[in-house]
């Protein structure tokens, strides 16, 4: 069973960063494809970014693409997501998931991820 924390949420103003952190243990880290999701409230859990286990090819939602960019260290086993120049429409809880099996083709759906973090609150004021 693998365990994520996520880690480095917070309150900031737009046009500022963040740096998000997902730790995982219980399980070999680089034979993982990871993701980062979000949802904000009343609506539904969405792809922000993710980085495949083969190959390292990283992913981005429209959204967040030259803004966003997901990193993986896995002598720490640790998946970052630095977020610049961020807006309120960034605001939602951010999640980290992993799968070990997820195709390319599915890399957007959270349904095909079988293990998540509990997630961290990013908030940006206008």
């Known amino acids: 069973q693998a365990q994520l924390v996520e880690s480095g949420g917070g309150l900031v103003r737009a046009g500022d960063s963040l740096r998000l952190s997902c730790a995982m243990s219980?399980?070999?880290?680089?034979?993982?494809?990871m993701g980062w999701f979000r949802q904000a409230p009343g609506k539904d859990r969405e792809f922000v970014s993710a980085?495949?286990?083969?190959?390292?090819?990283?992913y981005y939602a429209d959204s967040v693409k030259g803004r966003f960019t997901i990193s993986r260290d896995n002598a720490k086993n640790t998946l970052y997501l630095q977020m610049n120049s961020l807006t309120p429409e960034d605001t939602a809880v951010y999640y980290c998931?992993?799968?070990?099996?997820?195709?390319?083709?599915?890399?957007?759906?959270?349904?095909?991820?079988?293990?998540w973090g509990q997630g961290t609150q990013v908030t940006v004021s206008s």
């Open positions: 998931a992993a799968d070990s099996t997820i195709i390319l083709g599915t890399i957007r759906l959270p349904s095909q991820y079988d293990y």
């Open positions: 980085i495949f286990r083969s190959t390292g090819n990283t």
């Open positions: 219980g399980r070999t880290f680089n034979r993982y494809t």
